[in-house]
């Protein structure tokens, strides 16, 4: 079910539903996207209950983490659209992640003496913590948003949270100190996800596939990774899963390549994975985020089209 305190309904008859609550960086980012800015965004509790909504149609998409460049995937979201759910990505978007001290008006950081926050966030911000507010408990929250929340509506002044700076203009909080992460350059990803409808190919997309190996012996791995390197398509991210069933030892591949559904280079691997491996599933083909470097897999398509016209002309010559 959605959380209670989506605001005001927008104009548009989209509705997009995002891993709330309110100020939270999944609405940060969401908000950052041009084509959301006149649908109407309704937080929900956990991943799945977005996925669920998008699922059955009570929102049209929906808008969740996928990959932190600290804490690598995350896998709860990677696992319901792999195994859970029947939906496509269509989108992605790349922030990167500053995590803030918020208290209330007027408070010192001085003074704090709790800081709430999720176990990722204190983490990610360990050696700060460590060395500015030694003396301070850290007490879970269940999310960066609830904890901003929880101070914002609590009786005492020496509480902080660890959270984003969207969080303070939601929940009237100051910034006591920005930016305290431990390791410079934390980004998270972020997709959107829909029923269906694949984006038309932009030059510089990205698709997601699952893999499911025929049988677990030595070299299957490589026969998988070499349909993509004889094509010479990139792969930016590989890693296995286990696939729920089956027990121990059982394992799929969950793979994002550079280049679209539409691309002969990239549609020809689909299909050879699918002719010779257990299974594929596919994720969606969608729009990359940062910048193109698109030409190794260009001049591959063109030697592609080159070799496909002269096996052509040759076959052509078979007498009737």
Not at 19 to 46: C, K, N, S, V
Not at 152 to 179: K, M, N, T
Not at 293 to 317: C, N
Request: hydrophobic share 40%; glycine share 8%.
């Amino acid at each position: 079910m959605p959380m209670t305190d989506a605001g005001p309904a927008a104009t548009s008859a989209q509705r997009i539903g995002f891993f709330g609550p309110l100020g939270t960086f999944t609405q940060q980012a969401l908000l950052g996207i041009d084509t959301a800015q006149d649908a109407e965004h309704i937080p929900y509790r956990t991943v799945p209950d977005v996925l669920d909504a998008v699922e059955s149609g009570e929102v049209d998409s929906g808008f969740v983490p996928i990959e932190n460049s600290i804490e690598g995937m995350v896998n709860f979201t990677q696992d319901a659209l792999a195994f859970d759910h029947d939906l496509l990505i269509t989108a992605e978007v790349v922030i990167d992640i500053e995590h803030c001290l918020l208290v209330k008006p007027g408070c010192s950081l001085d003074d704090v003496a709790e800081i709430l926050s999720i176990p990722v966030a204190t983490a990610q911000c360990h050696r700060y913590l460590r060395e500015r507010l030694p003396d301070a408990d850290v007490v879970a929250a269940n999310s960066t948003a609830d904890a901003a929340r929880r101070v914002s509506e609590s009786d005492r002044d020496d509480v902080a949270a660890l959270a984003p700076r969207i969080a303070a203009e939601v929940y009237g909080l100051e910034v006591a100190e920005s930016d305290i992460a431990d390791h410079a350059g934390n980004q998270t990803r972020f997709v959107m996800v829909a029923r269906a409808g694949v984006p038309a190919p932009t030059g510089h997309d990205r698709t997601a596939l699952v893999v499911y190996q025929r049988a677990d012996e030595p070299g299957s791995l490589i026969a998988i990774l070499q349909e993509f390197a004889a094509r010479r398509i990139n792969l930016s991210n590989l890693f296995s899963r286990p696939t729920k069933n089956g027990g121990l030892g059982h394992y799929c591949f969950i793979m994002y390549a550079d280049g679209h559904v539409d691309d002969e280079l990239l549609a020809d691997t689909m299909r050879s994975l699918h002719a010779k491996q257990g299974g594929v599933k596919f994720l969606g083909s969608y729009p990359a985020a940062g910048e193109s470097a698109e030409t190794a897999r260009e001049h591959a398509g063109g030697r592609w089209r080159e070799a496909d016209d002269w096996l052509a002309d040759i076959r052509a010559s078979i007498a009737t």
